[in-house]
């Protein structure tokens, strides 16, 4: 009940802020080269064993505000990008900068979404939230901190649990609360590793919508890994398509980016309506013949 | 689950009773049959030529194995004055027990103070733990007893020795432990904390430390069992005072009734040491 609540309640914030996304686009010339190109990757690549990269060559850029999705099977190297973009793995050649400064090491300026949600089982909701926040600002009052934690637990709609621990919470709670962590530190890029991966369908459409509400409302800058296709449709406004490593025979063909996709679904789309707007059938099969290994061109 | 645990206590009730009564019946025949096959078919005479080669039949002084009542009664005369001091060889069941307990807690608190940070380093370190692992490997296995001579020697004081071989025995469940739970940190959870930028000193006490307490705890738990079972052994060889020289001492005097004593307050207090940590480790577990 209270879910689907804070759920409505986001969407209609998401409405409201579609104009300002883009009247935000036509700013001055200074501000938009701040925008464009926020995140750029550059000649990205991973190798475990020698003259067999992972991937290599990935190019891409994100610019400030944008929600990317990636997409592709397992093994093609997602997560070791993920975890590049957050500092926790190092690449074998290339460069990731970001606004303007080269990403060395974690930062508190990209907050991460883990997969399993990654909360300390000996803290409770509030005291995982505030391990986060008096990391980011260390000099803090404590009831600052609380404000700012209870602020960002009723964002994900979970009041009522601040006192529990992890343990007593469901699934859909935990991640709930693992997106909070990482939202109240106000990164400059959020990163999301296949954060509903592990969720049944309704909870994971439920926090889907409660994500775009305050990713719409926050314009936080995205980099998420999904399996799920209809769920890059919804949220990404790029999903970057990616291959596989190829071998046959002597030949080896490292994997990496095949195509990057505009989503062409206006903005205020919603899980609801998704599946009757014009191009979603045309953008989804052609995901989906991608994954099944079907080459063609999307314009 | 309540009714079984009513059910368990009855019959721990039952098997309770039930030792007790072979206990009484086994002390009750060889008592009453020695002494009467032996004094009955006998003639004055014989009886005290008997007594005068030193066989002194009628006595109950030398009915062997005590009854449980005589055990009883030696229970409640040794817990009726607990803490009396009659000199060296003569003190009170708490006071001895007391000597054991600063022993054990001194030498057990001193190798905390080294095994838990010591393991939480080589823990941290994948080159130390691999570096420290032969050496750890090597005095593991080793007799805490085996270290009495060396320590006597170079102590030169049997006190001391006694909380030197406590010390060197609960190290090494700990050190191991501490170690072992420090290095299976959750990968996730120092992810977090480094993309948080949590700083070292933060991240040792507000991640790890939590994450590893509950396989430390076991490591407490286990060094603390050994050295229970160690202090005895080592007052028995060192004596003067303690729960061990206790027993060795009632031995001496052959009084069985202080030494079944002692051996029971011995189990008891172990358990009860047990017991402790057991609730410390409840209070540290986590539920993921």
Redesign the interface.
Known sequence: MLSNSSASVNSGTAVSSDDTISSNKVIDLIDSQNRINFLQIQGLSKHYLKNKPIFSDVNFSIDKGEFVCIIGHSGCGKTTILNVLAGLDTASSGYVIMDGREVKGPSLERGVVFQNHALMPWFTVRQNIAFAVKSRWKDWSNDRINQHVERFVEMVGLSHSLEKKPSELSGGMKQRVGIARAFSIQPKMLLLDEPFGALDALTRGTIQDELMGIVRSTQQTVFMITHDVDEAILLADKIILMKNAVISGDSYTPGGIDQVLNNPLPLNRKRANLHHLNGYYDLRNHIVDFLIGIKKTFD | MKSLQLKANVLSIFIFVLLIGIWYVSTLTAGSGSSSSSASGMTPEQIEYQKLMGKDIDSQKSTGFPSPAQMMKAIGYQLSNPFYDNGPNDKGIAIQLGFSLLRVGLGFVLASLIAIPFGFVIGMSPLLFKAFDPFIQILKPISPLAWMPLALYTIKDSAQSGIFVIFICSIWPMLINTAFGVSSV?R??L??A?????SPF?KAF??IL??A?PTILTGMRISMGIAWLVIVAAEMLVGGTGIGYFLWNEWNNLSLTSVIFAVLLIGIVGMVLDLCFAKLQEW?T???
Not at chain 2, 194 to 198: A, K, W
């Open positions: 959750k996730e959870w992810n977090v480094s993309t948080l930028e949590v933060r507000l991640v939590p994450a307490a540290v986590y539920v993921e």
